[in-house]
């Protein structure tokens, strides 16, 4: 697999996390990357993107001051980091790569904020 995640799981609200994504078989520091989700019943929705270099950021309104994307371009791995997580957190989060017309998708780790 070209993009691995790991660091999902149960946490209580208020908790933290911090998913990682594991890359291979690409030039990971030419690729912008991104986390995605997916709550139960809803759509896909970009949450953060972090430029190749990791000197530019963006962030989805609803995670905004809480969560947080860094990249290490020597170790292959993009970060999320989750602070002050709740309920509607909830949702399969999916890494991301992209540079020009391709891309790759990782096959998602399970984050649930549940008291």
């Known amino acids: 697999e070209l993009l691995v995640e790991s660091g999902g799981g149960l946490v209580q609200p208020g908790g933290s996390l911090r998913l990682s994504c594991a890359a291979s078989g690409f030039t990971f520091r030419n690729y912008v990357m991104s986390w995605y989700r997916q709550g139960p019943g809803k759509e896909r929705e970009l949450v953060a993107t972090i430029s190749s270099s990791g000197g530019s950021t963006n962030y989805a309104d609803s995670v905004k001051g809480r969560f947080a994307i860094s990249r290490d371009n020597a170790k292959n791995t993009v970060y999320l980091q989750m602070n002050s997580l709740k309920p509607e957190d909830t949702a399969e989060y999916y890494c991301?790569?992209?540079?020009?017309?391709?891309?790759?998708w990782g096959q998602g780790t399970q984050v649930t904020v549940s008291s």
């Open positions: 991301y790569a992209g540079f020009g017309r391709y891309n790759y």
